[in-house]
């Protein structure tokens, strides 16, 4: 679409917590306006209401000024009250042609039927333990070179911080951030503290004297 201009009015992007819904749509508003002007980011979780809304509207009828579409990004999108999304309906019925609408949801179950069946669903998935892995290696890598403070770390201690954020990237850096905070040594020892978990020779041992 990127590369053909045949762009769509309205997007949902669904997917689990932490999965890059809303980066995504960051980086693909970015590019539909070739780097031009900002996409309008609006928190549905606080903005629900019918009022809220009908602003909404009314901006998304103003031409922009600083790039070819005019792009809103609706972040827990799901949290829109059944009248707002009544209200939305006719706008992603009938479209301004520069107007975009990129939404975001972690429970597609709780949009309207007749708001799915106007807008083109992409659907993220939980990113892999090895890809996880990977980018936290990479994060790790960079702040090693750019911090006047050395930084250590262990394979062990990032494979553990991989499994227990269950596929979500975003849980993953948080969760690295609170155990460098602790120590500049990312060691089994230092997540297993900062988190409250055990090691697995602790459940080793326990296992065993319950035999």
């Given at each position: 679409q990127i590369k053909t201009k045949t762009f769509q009015h309205g997007y949902l992007f669904t997917g689990p917590s932490g999965t890059g819904k809303t980066t995504s749509a960051r980086i693909f508003a970015n590019m539909i306006n070739d780097g031009k002007g900002n996409p309008i980011e609006v928190d549905a979780a606080s903005n629900s209401g019918v009022d809220n809304v009908r602003q909404i509207i009314e901006d998304?009828?103003?031409?922009?000024?600083?790039?070819?579409y005019k792009i809103f990004i609706v972040d827990e999108c799901h949290s829109l009250s059944d009248s707002s999304w009544q209200a939305l309906l006719k706008t992603l019925e009938e479209p301004p042609k520069f107007t975009i609408f990129i939404f975001c949801t972690t429970n597609p179950e709780k949009i309207p039927a007749t708001i799915l069946s106007r807008v083109q669903r992409y659907n993220f998935q939980k990113i892999s333990n090895e890809g996880i892995?990977?980018?936290?290696n990479m994060i790790l890598e960079t702040e090693s070179k750019e911090s006047d403070i050395p930084i250590s770390w262990s394979t062990d201690a990032v494979k553990y911080i991989s499994k227990v954020s269950s596929g979500g990237m975003r849980d993953a850096i948080t969760l690295m951030d609170k155990c460098l905070s602790l120590s500049n040594n990312l060691s089994l020892k230092y997540v297993l503290q900062a988190i409250g978990g055990e090691d697995y020779s602790t459940f080793i041992t326990f296992l065993s004297a319950l035999e």
């Amino acid at each position: 679409q990127i590369k053909t201009k045949t762009f769509q009015h309205g997007y949902l992007f669904t997917g689990p917590s932490g999965t890059g819904k809303t980066t995504s749509a960051r980086i693909f508003a970015n590019m539909i306006n070739d780097g031009k002007g900002n996409p309008i980011e609006v928190d549905a979780a606080s903005n629900s209401g019918v009022d809220n809304v009908r602003q909404i509207i009314e901006d998304a009828k103003r031409k922009p000024l600083d790039a070819e579409y005019k792009i809103f990004i609706v972040d827990e999108c799901h949290s829109l009250s059944d009248s707002s999304w009544q209200a939305l309906l006719k706008t992603l019925e009938e479209p301004p042609k520069f107007t975009i609408f990129i939404f975001c949801t972690t429970n597609p179950e709780k949009i309207p039927a007749t708001i799915l069946s106007r807008v083109q669903r992409y659907n993220f998935q939980k990113i892999s333990n090895e890809g996880i892995v990977d980018r936290l290696n990479m994060i790790l890598e960079t702040e090693s070179k750019e911090s006047d403070i050395p930084i250590s770390w262990s394979t062990d201690a990032v494979k553990y911080i991989s499994k227990v954020s269950s596929g979500g990237m975003r849980d993953a850096i948080t969760l690295m951030d609170k155990c460098l905070s602790l120590s500049n040594n990312l060691s089994l020892k230092y997540v297993l503290q900062a988190i409250g978990g055990e090691d697995y020779s602790t459940f080793i041992t326990f296992l065993s004297a319950l035999e």
